[in-house]
């Protein structure tokens, strides 16, 4: 049996008047990928944010491990939840390793400057960017820089990883680089939540898909029940439009 990490109980979330999250209620195990999958607007990227606040709640609860979120301190809960965006927001003048020592330099910690910087670079040879880590954002290709944007969030050794749609602004012959780096860190063990439009790696790489429309959750299954199986109409629609 494998550990639930993340329990996320009867979430709602509105925008003003508009209801964008209608009752979530789902896990997210320990050392698995869980693939959010659905339609533009139903509510995939809100509902990762709220997984690490992000975006506050309007009723339900979230727990990492056992403990509710309530209870956990803003700052803390992004160490332990770490996420990684569409855009890779590297700031333009540092390096590649200043890049990723700001944070944990700001933050934290128990770890010395040396020690952070071995961590850097092991970081950085497990995205294949070990060679650049002098280099700036504007000398890297856009999936070069993602790699880069995942090592810094690994930076915090975070407990969970969080991913939206990290390969959507990429140049096509870009997306391949970045969805090996992600299934290594799954090989790896790391507990991870993305949301992808990249069918073939969510139903190679995912260990539970979930699909999503309306800010509703229609549907969770293994890759075989969700893409093999599906039970409701909506999903098969939504993956006859997308396969
Ligand atoms: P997805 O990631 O599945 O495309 P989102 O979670 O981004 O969906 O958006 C779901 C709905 O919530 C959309 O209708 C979007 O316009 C709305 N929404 C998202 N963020 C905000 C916000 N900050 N303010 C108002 N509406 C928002
Ligand atoms: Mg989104």
């Given amino acids: 049996m494998t550990k639930t990490k993340m ?50 709640i309007n009723e339900g609860t979230i727990y990492l491990d056992d403990q509710s979120f309530m209870d ?34 700001k933050l934290q910690t128990s770890k010395s400057k040396d ?40 930076m915090m050794e975070p407990e969970v990883m969080l991913f939206d749609e990290v390969t959507s602004a990429l140049d096509p012959e870009r997306v391949n680089d970045v969805l090996e780096t992600m299934k290594d860190l799954a090989k790896s063990g790391m507990t991870m939540v993305i949301v992808t439009h990249e069918m073939g790696f969510a139903r190679e790489v995912g260990d539970k898909i979930i699909f999503m429309d309306q800010g509703v959750i229609v549907e969770e299954g293994t890759p075989e029940e969700v893409f093999g199986n599906s039970k409701e109409d909506r999903t098969k629609a939504f993956l006859r439009n997308v396969l």
Avoid at 18 to 26: Q, Y
Avoid at 130 to 135: R, Y
């Fill in 7 to 56: 329990k996320i109980e009867n979430v709602h979330k509105s925008f003003d008047q508009s209801s964008v999250l209608r009752g979530i209620t789902t896990s997210i195990s320990e050392k698995e990928a869980t693939v959010i999958i659905g339609p533009s607007g139903s509510g995939k990227s809100t509902l990762l944010r709220c997984l690490n606040r992000l975006e506050s």
């Fill in 115 to 154: 020690e952070l910087m071995e961590l850097g670079y092991s970081l950085l040879d497990k995205v294949g960017m070990k060679e650049k880590a002098e280099s700036y954002p504007e000398e890297l290709s856009g999936g070069q820089q993602q790699r880069v944007a995942i090592a810094r969030a690994l």
């Fill in 72 to 105: 956990i301190p803003i700052q803390k809960l992004r160490t332990r939840v770490g996420m990684v965006f569409q855009s890779f927001n590297l700031f333009p003048h540092l390096s590649v390793m200043k890049n990723l020592l700001l944070a944990p330099t």
